[in-house]
């Protein structure tokens, strides 16, 4: 395993620290679960590409036009 140097100042560090004890982890532990949690949230590069890149979905109005009128509902 590799081992990495950070530099917290002493308020982050504090933070750090409360929050591993609730978690009941260790600032380690903590700290590489963050990290892991981060990476595994982004999306490939392929399909952030992707952004934009479609044309503009139709609006209501347009997806209606020609379906007619609505028939009127009967009152029981």
């Known amino acids: 395993m590799t081992r990495i140097t950070i530099n917290l100042d002493n308020e ?3 933070q ?3 929050a591993a ?3 009941k982890m260790t600032q380690n532990q903590w700290l590489a679960s963050l990290i892991q ?3 595994a949230n982004t999306w ?4 952030r590409d ?5 044309q503009e979905f139709p609006q ?6 020609g379906l007619g009128e609505n028939c009127p ?3 029981i």
């Open 12 to 14: 982050l560090i504090q």
């Open 16 to 18: 750090v620290k409360q």
């Open 21 to 23: 004890a609730e978690a």
């Open 37 to 39: 949690q981060r990476l």
């Open 44 to 47: 490939p590069q392929t399909v």
């Open 50 to 54: 992707m952004a934009g890149s479609w």
């Open 60 to 65: 209501q109005e347009e997806l209606r036009a």
């Open 73 to 75: 509902r009967a009152v």
